[in-house]
């Protein structure tokens, strides 16, 4: 299963994804899928008025055990990105992990 996190992106179309628009519905995502994560998709950013980031999504993971094979991290936050593709490499060794950069279009 593929999961994709974002406050304003949609994932890839005709690629699979299941995906969620805030922290709360990724983590009942995350729950339901734990033992088939292909990828997980994460932004940063998700949104002015969330208390939450794509960064606690990795902490989540990390002290659930959940380990999907393959971390994007496709946020445009440059401190935000390089902070959880850090975090990713140290915690999830076992995982692929790539960063791409989507733009948002306004």
Same mark, same amino acid.
């Given at each position: 299963m593929? @999961?994709? @996190? /974002? /406050?304003?992106?949609?994932p890839p179309r005709g690629e699979g994804y299941a995906s969620a /628009?805030?922290?709360?519905?990724? @983590?009942? @995502? *995350?729950?339901q899928y734990r033992s088939c994560l292909e990828l997980v998709d994460l932004d940063y950013d998700l949104g002015w008025d969330s208390r939450f980031t794509g960064f606690d999504a990795l902490k989540y993971m990390k002290r659930h055990d959940i380990r999907p094979q393959h971390i994007n991290i496709h946020? %445009?936050?440059i401190t935000g990105r390089d902070l959880m593709m850090r975090y990713a490499a140290a915690n999830f060794p076992d995982a692929l *992990? %790539?960063? %791409?950069?989507t733009r948002r279009n306004y």
């Open positions: 593929k @999961l994709y @996190l /974002d /406050d304003y992106r949609r /628009d805030n922290y709360a519905d990724f @983590l009942a @995502l *995350l729950d946020s %445009t936050h *992990l %790539t960063g %791409t950069v």
